[in-house]
């Protein structure tokens, strides 16, 4: 058996045992994205808590505009989040200020409140003032510590790619002798690696596969040079270095040699995808975020491009958050499935339950939108609408997200999670 082969498999024991244990990858948590529009705010996300485990293919459905792109965005650290974490790999990548400052303002408030009250109930000022400066101190240790996080992290795990580098080569140096012929190219290896691992990011180990392939390659690069520039911007400089990767990744995502020279626009939707692909594999990432990555492509293309992922996922051992607006898409693909609806998560649970027992309306209204090949079903199916006033009573019970059943959550109130939980018990 060849040795590519055995480290394949190696990579697919891993990956199923990574998944066995439910270690967690990237955990998303309480995260917030607003955005102001003049004198309003638009709550693109809110509140989304999710985690992906390492190995799984995640999907995340939902109409157009409901902050699918706008999570993925988050993650990768192309705006600052509102608020909430994102954790990659047990480390805090993004970290956000606004519930700590909404806390703040809050303590604040009500400390002005209370000294406003005249008469018997006169306020003691000074424990009014001393209540709020307790909660302002700690608030402000979470912000300094989330802007931390937020700003340093990347430099921290340079740090520590540069502190492996130096105690890996440091020792070997000092042993030899500076006159051993061997002793000038051990030299420029370290050097090498060190200027190498002070570049290292942390972020770069998500990479992002972005919705409209030709919008977001750009024209005046040939393929060569937007596969490479990760890796240039990365810090390697050497050519042949850089020409063998990309040939690398092209024959990887089913592309030859002869189009590294060639410019996007001379490809078809589904290559320019792959292209897509490749740049994104090229940075050795743990987790892909693909962000419709066949929405507009040809129906009879979009299976290849899934195909190929699935392919790239068993043989890099690659995680997959795979973002969608149809249920159709992440079906067969997803292990877990999440369905967001104006910025909010309303259910996730694992694909084939999903199918099975969908509980939020809005999800039952997406799966009522999937066609079949079957004209006499088609004849029948009845499109569910969702209707959110009119679905839930949400005056006075306030929903959450809730773990309905194992590994079920779905965003409920007390009424609807006794309601849900009946359901499932009588299936
Ligand atoms: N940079 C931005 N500034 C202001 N509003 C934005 C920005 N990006 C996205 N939005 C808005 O946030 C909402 C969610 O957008 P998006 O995440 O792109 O949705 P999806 O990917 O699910 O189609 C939309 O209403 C969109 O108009
Ligand atoms: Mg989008």
Redesign the pocket.
């Known amino acids: 058996m060849s040795e590519q082969v055995l480290n394949q498999q190696e990579v697919l024991l891993q990956q199923e045992n990574a998944v066995a244990q439910g270690e967690t990858l990237l955990k998303v948590e309480n995260l917030c994205q607003y955005?102001k529009?003049g004198h309003s705010t638009?709550k693109?996300v809110n509140n989304v808590n999710f985690e992906v485990k390492k190995g799984e293919v995640f999907g995340l459905v939902?109409e157009?505009?409901?902050?699918?792109?706008?999570?993925g965005r988050s993650i990768i650290k192309l705006y600052n989040c509102t608020s909430g974490n994102v954790y990659f790999g047990g480390k805090r990548i993004c970290a956000g200020t606004g519930a700590y400052k909404e806390t703040k303002k809050a303590a604040f408030n009500a400390m002005v409140e209370a000294l406003k009250a005249k008469g018997d109930d006169k306020p003691d000022f000074k424990a009014e003032v001393a209540k709020y400066l307790a909660v302002a101190k700690e608030e402000n240790a979470k912000i300094k510590s989330a802007k931390h996080d937020h700003n340093k992290c990347d430099k921290e795990y340079a740090k520590e790619h540069v502190a492996a580098v130096k105690a890996e080569y440091l020792p070997k140096l000092k042993a030899m002798d500076k006159k051993d012929p061997e002793y000038k190219a051990l030299l420029f290896k370290y050097l090498k690696e060190y200027r190498l691992a002070r570049k290292e990011r942390l972020v770069t180990k998500i990479q992002m596969v972005f919705q409209d392939p030709i919008a977001s390659l750009d024209p005046r690069m040939t393929v060569k040079e937007i596969i490479a520039e990760g890796l240039i911007i990365k810090g390697i400089r050497d050519k042949e270095v850089l020409e063998e990767k990309v040939y690398e990744v092209l024959e990887k995502v089913g592309l030859v040699k002869e189009h590294a020279g060639r410019y996007p626009h001379e490809f078809s939707g589904g290559q320019r995808q792959r292209i897509g692909v490749a740049r994104s594999i090229i940075m050795k990432p743990e987790l892909i975020i693909a962000d419709e990555p066949v929405s507009a492509l040809d129906v009879s293309i979009q299976a290849q491009v899934i195909n190929l992922l699935n392919d790239l996922r068993h043989e890099l051992g690659l995680t997959i958050l795979f973002?969608a607006?149809d249920l159709s898409v992440v079906k067969y693909f997803s292990d877990r499935i999440a369905v967001?609806y104006f910025g909010n998560m309303v259910e996730l649970t694992t694909s084939e339950e999903l199918f099975k027992n969908p509980l939020h309306p809005y999800t039952k209204s997406l799966l009522s939108a999937i066609p079949l090949p079957d004209p006499i079903y088609e004849k029948k199916r009845e499109r569910i609408v969702y209707n959110p006033l009119a679905d839930h009573d949400y005056t006075v019970d306030k929903p959450s997200f809730r773990e309905v059943a194992p590994g079920h959550f779905v965003s409920c109130n007390d009424a609807e999670f006794k309601k849900y939980q009946e359901i499932l018990a009588n299936k």
């Open positions: 955005f529009l638009l693109a939902g157009s505009g409901c902050g699918k792109t706008t999570t973002i607006h967001m």
